[in-house]
């Protein structure tokens, strides 16, 4: 799959290449030229999959930005928000709100030391510096990213529905943004250091039943709307996807300097 991937992809770019105007435009601008090619080469990172990350982050951030608008200005979205709520608050029973209430521990910041002390005792074993690095900065950046975001947008949490007191405002949710970059990256790298594809599954839709559960554990206990959630896995996925780009630029310039 991956090579036939590859296989049209060179044959786009020695079709276009051969296109009279971008010819001109390769004999007048060269280094601009074979800029762009090597941002189109599918063999390496740093080129068409870290470009085709650089598209899905800034997609992510163009539909995090208009949900925040959307929170603060659209009325139906509030509406929405608080329709789901009192659904779920309807239907909420004692034996689903204290399971949920213990998988939503894990979207706390005290998950994020016990997993991340974890991996990074196994990283430093494997020697995997630079993977150490793109994981702590990502937690860093979330954890900076969600308190500005909270403090900016001020938006209270739902009212009378919370099955236990919390603090802080509720946009975005610090425990899905939390879930998606720490469970997302833990995936990434067992997936990669993983060769049996029944394992590789197993990882993939582990860590997107943790996700899912965090998030609508947080909405099912009241203490966050929809809205909130969503944006949290929306700029949770930007954070994973910086761990993953770090880590992966990193490996392919170590490699590029073995050769």
């Known amino acids: 799959m991956r090579k036939q991937l590859a296989q049209y992809i060179y044959s786009f770019r020695n079709w276009f290449a051969g296109i009279p105007a971008a010819q001109r435009f390769q004999r007048q601008h060269p280094r601009v030229a074979t800029f762009i090619a090597d941002r189109l080469d599918p063999e390496i990172f740093v080129g068409l999959p870290l470009t085709l990350l650089l598209l899905v982050a800034l997609v992510n951030m163009l539909l995090l930005t208009e949900l925040a608008e959307s929170v603060l200005d659209a009325e139906w979205v509030v509406v929405a928000d608080q329709?789901?709520?009192?659904?779920?608050?309807?239907?909420?029973?004692?034996?689903?709100?204290?399971?949920?209430?213990?998988?939503t521990k894990l979207g706390e910041r005290e998950a994020?030391?016990?997993?991340?002390?974890?991996?990074?005792?196994v990283l430093l074993y494997y020697k995997r510096y630079w993977a150490i690095v793109a994981f702590w900065l990502a937690m860093a950046g979330l954890g900076l990213s969600v308190r500005y975001g909270k403090t900016f947008i001020s938006r209270a949490?739902?009212?009378?529905?919370?099955?236990?007191e919390v603090e802080h405002y509720s946009f975005p949710s610090g425990h899905a943004t939390t879930a998606m970059a720490l469970f997302g990256l833990l995936a990434y790298l067992l997936y990669r250091n993983t060769q049996s594809p029944a394992w590789r599954r197993t990882i993939v839709w582990a860590a997107i039943?943790?996700?899912?559960?965090?998030?609508?554990?947080?909405?099912?206990l009241g203490v966050h709307f929809l809205s909130d959630v969503l944006a949290g896995y929306l700029?949770?996925?930007?954070?994973?996807?910086?761990?993953?780009?770090?880590?992966?630029?990193?490996?392919?310039?170590?490699?590029?300097?073995?050769?």
Request: aromatic share 18%; proline share 1%; charged share 15%.
């Open 209 to 220: 039943l943790i996700i899912v559960l965090v998030g609508f554990s947080r909405i099912y």
């Open 83 to 103: 329709k789901f709520t009192d659904l779920l608050y309807s239907v909420r029973s004692e034996g689903v709100s204290y399971f949920l209430y213990i998988i």
């Open 112 to 121: 994020v030391f016990i997993v991340g002390g974890v991996l990074t005792i």
């Open 235 to 259: 700029l949770g996925f930007l954070w994973m996807l910086v761990g993953i780009s770090l880590n992966e630029v990193m490996l392919y310039r170590k490699k590029s300097r073995q050769l």
């Open 157 to 164: 949490r739902p009212a009378d529905v919370a099955y236990y």
